[in-house]
Nanobody, 122 residues
Framework: QVQLVESGGGLVQAGGSLRLSCAVSASGSIFVIVEMGWYRQAPGKQREHVASITDRGATNYADSMNDRVTISRDNAGNTVYLQMNSLKPEDTAIYYC??????????????WGQGTQVTVSS
């Protein structure tokens, strides 16, 4: 069973910063993480990619937040972080952790966290 536990969301004023965390755990079998990332969904909008990092450390950022966010992971590769700076009211959304993993790279599946609310006040 794969579990993703997110934390770090909350209310922040425009211009402020937040750091989101997502801890991944898997019980019962080998779980190889291929990629970890963050998506967000604002009210009335589709879920969109924010940032991702591969098992080799390659990162990918959405243009909308490219210069304001940094994705990283811990040495064990089981926790992914999203540092968000200079937050704007339009960044208000539910932020979801996303992990692609499985018994091996070829059998990787997608898993989602429960989401954490980020609210940026003007």
């Amino acid at each position: 069973q794969v579990q993703l536990v997110e934390s770090g969301g909350g209310l922040v004023q425009a211009g402020g910063s937040l750091r989101l965390s997502c801890a991944v755990s898997a019980s019962g079998s080998i779980f190889v993480i291929v990629e970890m990332g963050w998506y967000r969904q604002a009210p009335g909008k589709q879920r969109e990619h924010v940032a991702s990092i591969t098992d080799r450390g390659a990162t990918n950022y959405a243009d909308s937040m490219n210069d304001r966010v940094t994705i990283s992971r811990d040495n064990a590769g089981n926790t992914v972080y999203l540092q968000m700076n200079s937050l704007k009211p339009e960044d208000t959304a539910i932020y979801y952790c996303n992990v692609k993993g499985g018994p091996n790279w070829l059998r990787a599946q997608e898993y989602w966290g429960q989401g954490t609310q980020v609210t940026v006040s003007s």
